[in-house]
């Protein structure tokens, strides 16, 4: 994969994580909480949110989880890519500059 490719790849991921983000916090308005703050007691299911705690259904709490996850793996894999990408572009650039160095050291002997 190129360092182009690779870029473009971070840019899109960022924009999808942004958008993931965005829709999580929304829901989670919505909803009243996520489960990952929340917790669940004797068959009820409870949901978080700052200060409050808010009686869910069984699938809206597992779905709040799954999400919360979701977002959190998002941002773990980004966080990893922008590392390789820049990984990978640092070498590029030392290895750009190791030839032109050594072109210099090729074009000083010829004119001696």
């Not at 919360?68 to 990978?88: P, R, S």
């Not at 070498?91 to 074009?107: F, M």
């Amino acid at each position: 994969m190129s360092v182009h490719e690779l870029e473009s790849l971070v840019k899109k991921l960022t924009k999808i994580s942004l958008i993931n983000f965005a829709i999580y916090t929304l829901i989670a308005i919505i909803i009243g909480g996520d489960a990952v703050n929340g917790y669940a007691k004797d068959g009820h299911y409870f949901l978080r949110l700052g200060g409050y705690i808010n009686e869910v259904g069984y699938s809206l709490f597992l779905y709040s989880k799954i999400h919360t996850y979701i977002l959190i793996t998002n941002y773990a894999l980004l966080f990893l890519l922008i590392i390789y990408y820049y990984i990978v572009k640092g070498n590029k650039n030392s290895s750009a500059k190791s030839n032109r160095l050594t072109d210099k050291a090729k074009y000083s002997h010829k004119k001696r």
